[in-house]
């Protein structure tokens, strides 16, 4: 039986993990043809019905300016997952580039960047996105951006602990005794064989992401209205939470849902991918 | 041992240096006239002036950079824009909350995290250890502001239990509190549960087992002194994840801490105080890891010997 089939079958045996699948498969769905599942527009406000909770009309309610927050929570999916994708897709690149050359020469190149990434992990994650946020100033693009900056640290330290090991194994001396460039081996033969952590890092990064650039944009620091991120609305919410509690409710229960279904996969790719035999 | 924490805070004293920088680096990163930002759009000139002068804001780059350390050093860490006072007596006056809101969190999440991890690991693949584990996975997912506000608005709003806002008190802790050991806790309950499970698997508890030894004692005894090791390193992680969860939280409590004041600072634009409490957020963040550092050092044995 080949690896591949090996690892799905591992994954299609944790309930969890396909459960979260399922679930992120949906959410992708929302996100893709929100404009065709939300019933209004999220943006249309509609002031004589604000702050009404969840009727036949609206189901999940209208928020503060009379918005549909249903439509607000679907279209929210899509910017939460771009973000979360193109966040770590940046921060996965970067990352690869930083500290593949690292794991792959060690010497000088590695102790400077090993430094470097030090310095960055000397700073709790969050308040290194809020950092980076506070010098380039409030909105989506700066909050990706910080976000993104604040996961590359930790893949420019998993690629080169992975690329320090297989530089010894076999396969790769003999890539360079016949010859092979150095940018052949790394590209051709060491990334492939290093993917199975940085997939599960990316997994649970998506996750931590989607919380980073919510709590940016709680803070008033990431999207900003009228932009439906989930983050945001609950900050909106919050001053209404005794009259309209739904409004903080449902965005974050979205979150929460989105998070946990990313977690499940990455915890299920992580057992199948594990090279144990029990 | 003591050979090992000297050499470990030596070792600090790098990136102590390089953390200022960054943060020296990242004021003067904003665009616009430093002295101006510092000073506040409406400051007089001859206050722009003498802070032009006091952090040597004409000077080329690396000579900025000394005398802000000088500065630092002898604990001036600036004026506030908003208020006026200086930035070293606001923040001495939020750490106290913070640093008690850390500690409180930080006890309940090892407490409780500790507890989930051992007896899930004792009934493995059980109800109950399925259960707590799926628990764990939810409580690290829900973010740290909703299950704060969700607490707020059963306890505080509904119930009206424990006060919402603010701090002074017992009360005023529990919610905070609760919600930040809500994604910590279950950080240190999966790591407790995998290390025991490890250690439990070994020759020696075998031994011990056949021993005739109680099971009680086994778990208490012998697995969990050899299963804590990789713990503290979590534990270490998860204080990061804490300190920055509180930034978060005390927004959402109201809760007069660092945090509040960094928020509440970058909103004002108030570029001294962001300056102060991020540098004594790193200060405090590294200050956790060395302890940390030190406390496994100690309990490992392994360590001891090199």
Redesign the interface.
């Known amino acids: 039986m080949n690896q591949k089939r090996v690892i799905y079958l591992k994954f299609r045996r944790n309930r969890?993990a396909v459960a979260g699948s399922i679930v992120l498969g949906f959410l992708v769905i929302c996100a893709i043809f929100a404009d065709y599942l939300a019933p209004y527009d999220p943006l249309q406000a509609d002031l004589a019905n604000n702050l009404a909770p969840p009727s036949p009309t609206h189901t999940l309610g209208t928020d503060e300016l009379g918005r549909d927050l249903l439509s607000r929570v679907i279209h929210g999916a899509r910017i939460s997952l771009q973000l979360g994708m193109i966040t770590v897709g940046t921060a996965l690149a970067f990352g690869i580039l930083i500290g593949a050359p690292a794991g792959y020469y060690g010497g000088r190149l590695d102790h400077v960047v090993m430094?470097l990434a030090?310095?960055m992990l000397?700073?709790?994650?969050?308040?290194l996105a809020?950092?980076i946020?506070?010098?380039l100033g409030p909105g989506l693009t700066n909050a990706m951006l910080a976000v993104g900056i604040s996961l590359i640290p930790e893949y420019a330290r998993l690629t080169r602990s992975t690329f320090l090991y297989l530089r010894e194994l076999d396969f790769v001396q003999a890539a360079k005794m016949i010859g092979a460039s150095d940018v052949r081996i790394i590209f051709r033969h060491m990334l492939p064989n290093s993917l199975a952590p940085l997939i599960i890092q990316s997994t649970l990064n998506v996750?931590t992401a989607i919380?980073s650039a919510?709590?940016l944009g709680?803070?008033?620091?990431g999207a900003q209205p009228p932009i439906p991120e989930w983050?945001a609305m609950?900050s909106k919410g919050?001053v209404y939470?005794?009259v309209a509690?739904h409004i903080?409710?449902y965005p974050?229960?979205a979150?929460?849902i989105s998070?946990?279904s990313l977690?499940?996969i990455g915890?299920g790719l992580r057992d199948a991918l594990d090279p144990r035999m029990t | 041992m003591l050979g090992y924490v000297l050499r470990r805070l030596l070792a600090t004293i790098p990136t102590l240096i390089a953390v200022s920088m960054a943060i020296f680096l990242m004021l003067r990163m904003i665009p616009g006239d430093p002295a101006l930002l510092m000073a506040g759009e409406d400051a007089r000139p001859e206050v722009v002036e003498s802070l032009r002068r006091q952090w040597g804001l004409t000077e080329p780059l690396p000579v900025q950079y000394l005398l802000f350390m000088r500065n630092v050093l002898e604990g001036n860490l600036g004026v506030s824009i908003r208020s006026g006072y200086s930035v070293s007596y606001e923040i001495s006056l939020r750490i106290p909350h913070t640093l008690r809101l850390a500690f409180v969190s930080m006890i309940i999440a090892i407490a409780f995290g500790l507890l989930a991890g051992i007896i899930a690991s004792t009934r493995p693949y059980s109800l109950a250890d399925n259960l707590s584990m799926l628990v764990a996975l939810i409580g690290v997912s829900a973010p740290v502001f909703w299950t704060g506000l969700i607490l707020m608005w059963i306890f505080a709003v509904k119930l009206g239990w424990l006060p919402a806002v603010g701090a002074g008190t017992l009360q005023h802790l529990v919610l905070p509190s609760i919600a930040l050991a809500g994604f910590t806790t279950p950080v240190i309950a999966r790591q407790t549960r995998s290390s025991m499970l490890e250690v439990l698997r070994q020759d020696f508890i075998r031994t011990a087992r056949s021993k005739g030894l109680s099971e009680k004692a086994i778990v208490y005894g012998h697995a969990v002194r050899n299963a804590l090791i990789p713990v503290v390193t979590v534990v270490g992680i998860v204080f990061g994840r804490l300190l920055g969860g509180s930034i978060v939280t005390e927004t959402v409590f109201a809760y007069p801490g660092i945090g509040k004041l960094l928020i509440d600072g970058i909103f004002a634009r108030d570029y001294p105080i962001i300056q102060g409490t991020v540098l004594i957020y790193a200060l405090l963040f590294m200050l956790l890891n060395l302890i940390v550092d030190v406390t496994y050092a100690y309990i490992d044995p392994r360590i001891h010997y090199e």
């Open positions: 969890l430094r030090d310095i000397s700073f709790p994650t969050l308040l809020i950092m946020v506070a010098i996750a919380l919510a709590a709680f803070l008033g620091l983050g609950l919050r939470l005794m509690p903080t409710l974050g229960l979150i929460m998070v946990l977690n499940m915890d």
